[in-house]
């Protein structure tokens, strides 16, 4: 049993406490929003993670797990620091440190004995090399310390899972023993250890999540050539994932990536490249495309509705930037919610998870309480988020309630003739022939 002290219980933070905790280990998460701190004493998780919330019970009613806004109370007995806070999108892209800088400096005033810092957060490819710096910097009296990164690779939906049956976990310092520490933590998870150095460490989290991105986009790429074409994108994609060196993960077409991962880490990645000199033109074609990805679902619209939207109501299924989070940063509906009602149409929403965190991005939108009364008057449907709960549908009961009779499936969720065969003009993307073409 280890003590660890995780600052910042945000995503990343309350996810990794609550499953050391897990493992035995005593636990305190702190975070400076005492609103917060107050709800997760109570087991209130500020965030939607299946199985998050019985978790957190089930450890702070064991005692090995706690919350507090004190550093103190943190750091008391910790042997390990976690910095596990927000590294959020810079202007130019790069990724905002201050509230790594402000963990830092605050682990260095306050650490009274030797303690490890272990880098959680994404962040820029020598960052541990500065939070070194400021730790030396803002120490009242020298105390050893040394720095770890170990990246995170939690999926918003399957973070416990991904925690506790990892592919890898991946470390990196200047000190080989600090490294063997944090290494010892991780062996009950039985998954390779990967230990190199620093910037290397860093730099694995930004090509991962890159090369995912990469795939995405690829792939939504020859969705639209399948579309020009006449082929269908889904059974392309089966075809090539039987080949194990391409994989059948990430090769879903739809309307692109989102979320609080992918589009920071990738602009990221292109940010650091640009500084050092380098062209990185691939990266760049990954967001393009992206970006592109979403505006198909306007563009189909007007081939279905007109070029003219004005007046029209379009109804959104989903709208969390994936299934099983309530997470909206980045998420392809807000974009597709804004290039609507700028046409002049009239937005209604609706998702099984994220209705709260959605209003304050879609403010203007009208949020209804199940998927048949968003149906009730629209023109189109829009299928924005793969849920389950959309996958059993009445659409006898919805093509009904709808004034008009278009369906865009933005995910590929249905199968074409069936959803024609209930009076939809359906579009999905990259289907080619499936198209009705």
Known sequence: MK?????????????????????????????????????????????????????????IDAGRLWFTTSYEEALADAEFAFIAVGTPEGVDGEADLQYVRQAATSIAKTAKHPIIIVNKSTVPVGTGDWVAGIVKENQPAPI???????????????????????????????????????AQLHLPLRAPII?????????IKYASNAFLATKISFINEIANICEALGADVKEVAVGMGYDERIGRSFLDAGIGYGGSCFPKDVKALTH???????????????????????????????????????????????????????????????E???????????????DPVSMKAAKRYLPHADFCKEPYELAQGCDALVLVTEWNEFKQLDFTKIKELMNGDVFIDGRNLYESAKMRSFGFRYLGMGRGYHNGK
């Open 3 to 59: 003590n660890i002290a995780v600052i910042g219980s945000g995503y990343v933070g309350l996810v990794t406490g609550t499953c050391f905790a897990d493992l035995g280990n005593r636990i305190c998460c702190l975070d400076i929003d005492e609103e917060k701190i107050a709800k997760l004493r109570q087991g209130i998780s500020p965030i939607y993670e299946p199985g998050l919330s019985e978790l957190m019970l089930r450890n």
């Open 144 to 182: 050893d310390f040394a720095v770890v990164s170990c990246p995170e690779f939690l999926r918003e939906g399957s973070a416990i899972a991904d925690f506790t049956r990892p592919h890898r976990t991946v470390l990196g310092s200047t000190s080989r023993e600090a490294a063997d520490k944090v």
């Open 195 to 203: 230990v190199t150095d620093l910037r290397t460490a860093e730099m």
């Open 272 to 334: 650091m490249a640009s500084v050092q000199g380098r062209h990185p033109q691939l990266l760049q074609a990954v967001m393009d495309i992206n970006a592109d990805a979403r505006r198909k679902v306007m563009q189909k619209l007007r081939d279905l509705l007109g070029d003219d939207l004005n007046g029209k109501t379009i109804g959104l299924l989903g709208l969390a930037f994936k299934p099983n989070t309530d997470d909206m940063r980045e998420a392809p509906s807000v």
């Open 336 to 350: 597709i919610a804004e290039a609507l009602q700028l046409a002049g149409a009239k937005v209604r929403v609706y």
